[in-house]
């Protein structure tokens, strides 16, 4: 494991990570941007309620994406069985 440095609204945080540095750089970037979004409608809102705002917003980014993948593997499992009957 090492640690990555990372820029989230100009402070630094070392990320402990055995994940790929770029890939761990482009989390805090996206990290960075949805709480720029934030404070760019609500420049006063405490830091707090702003990372609590940008938590929902990427946890309802990530709920519809996967709400989105099981949509698709149920189509997918239906077109394979169907498929699967014109064959036999």
Same mark, same amino acid.
């Given at each position: $494991?090492? %640690?990555?440095?990372? #820029?989230? *609204? !100009? #402070? %630094?945080?070392?990320? +402990?990570?055995?994940?790929?540095?770029?890939?761990? /750089? %482009? *989390?805090? !970037?996206?990290?960075?941007?949805? @709480? /720029?979004?934030?404070? %760019?409608?609500?420049?006063?809102?405490? #830091?707090? +309620?702003?990372?609590?705002?940008?938590?929902? !917003?990427?946890?309802?980014?990530?709920? /519809?994406?996967? $709400?989105? #993948?099981?949509? @698709?593997? /149920? $189509?997918?499992?239906?077109?394979?069985?169907? *498929?699967? !009957? @014109? @064959?036999?």
């Amino acid at each position: $494991m090492r %640690s990555v440095e990372v #820029q989230i *609204l !100009g #402070q %630094s945080y070392a990320i +402990k990570t055995d994940e790929d540095e770029a890939y761990i /750089k %482009s *989390l805090a !970037g996206y990290i960075d941007e949805k @709480l /720029k979004e934030i404070y %760019s409608v609500a420049p006063n809102i405490n #830091q707090a +309620k702003a990372t609590v705002m940008a938590a929902f !917003g990427i946890a309802d980014e990530l709920f /519809k994406i996967r $709400m989105e #993948q099981e949509n @698709l593997d /149920k $189509m997918i499992e239906e077109k394979t069985r169907i *498929l699967s !009957g @014109l @064959l036999e």
